[in-house]
């Protein structure tokens, strides 16, 4: 770990994709590296990341989260399992174990999805607290997952739709967590000027 990174706080972060095909071999599972790949690229802090490769079983899905939020995962991303299929189930797995619903982050990830796709009023990403930590359910591309979290940018580099993750940190501040710190050319975290820490050093 760097030196930098040691002023920051330490996050657990738990990352589970869904997917019955690659949990069990049929094909390479893509979630999972895709969501380590940008966390860690948006996030200053050190992470200790808690990988899940499970199939779409409402229960066993359910089971993961409470499992990865008592070993003390601040936030938690699924991929996968979002659509209308009837093996996909993340949402309802995901709001058996919510203490509150967060409507708004899944509303903006369809938003930012239907610039690209018509078919993402088919998509039913949920998010939740439990405890104190978010859940979030993402996308199950690679690609959809960066643009969700990212948001989109114009060509002059500036942000054309906001990301969600823009608005984690502090939700995650709210429920008592970790300050989380962004590496802004990746994604500028937003907080009110009165929840800003001074840049640590």
């Known amino acids: 770990m760097n030196t930098a990174a040691a002023t920051f706080d330490p996050v657990r972060i738990g990352i589970v994709s869904v997917s ?17 790949d940008w966390l860690a690229r948006a996030l200053k ?10 199939p779409d079983e409402q229960a066993r899905i359910s089971q993961t989260l409470i499992e990865l939020v008592d070993a003390g995962c601040s936030l938690v991303l699924t991929t996968g399992g979002t659509g209308p299929a009837l093996r996909d189930v993340t949402p309802e797995a995901t709001l058996a174990v919510a203490h ?4 708004g982050f899944g509303e903006q990830m369809r938003q930012i999805s239907l610039r690209f796709v018509p078919t993402a009023i088919l998509s039913r990403q949920v998010a939740v607290i439990r405890h104190q930590a978010l ?6 591309q690679p690609k959809a997952i960066a643009e969700t979290l990212e ?8 942000q054309a739709v906001p990301g969600i ?37």
């Open 151 to 158: 948001g989109l940018k114009n060509a002059d580099g500036s």
């Open 135 to 140: 859940i979030l359910n993402l996308p199950g």
């Open 165 to 201: 993750f823009a608005a984690v940190p502090y939700c995650i501040d709210l429920i008592g967590g970790p300050y989380l710190q962004t590496n802004d050319e990746v994604c500028k975290a937003f907080r009110p000027k009165s929840a800003l820490k001074p840049p640590a050093g």
């Open 100 to 103: 509150k619903e967060m409507p």
């Open 20 to 36: 019955d095909r690659a949990s069990t071999g049929v094909y390479e599972d893509k979630g999972l590296p895709a969501l380590k």
């Open 45 to 54: 802090n050190p992470i200790t990341f808690e990988p899940r490769l499970i």
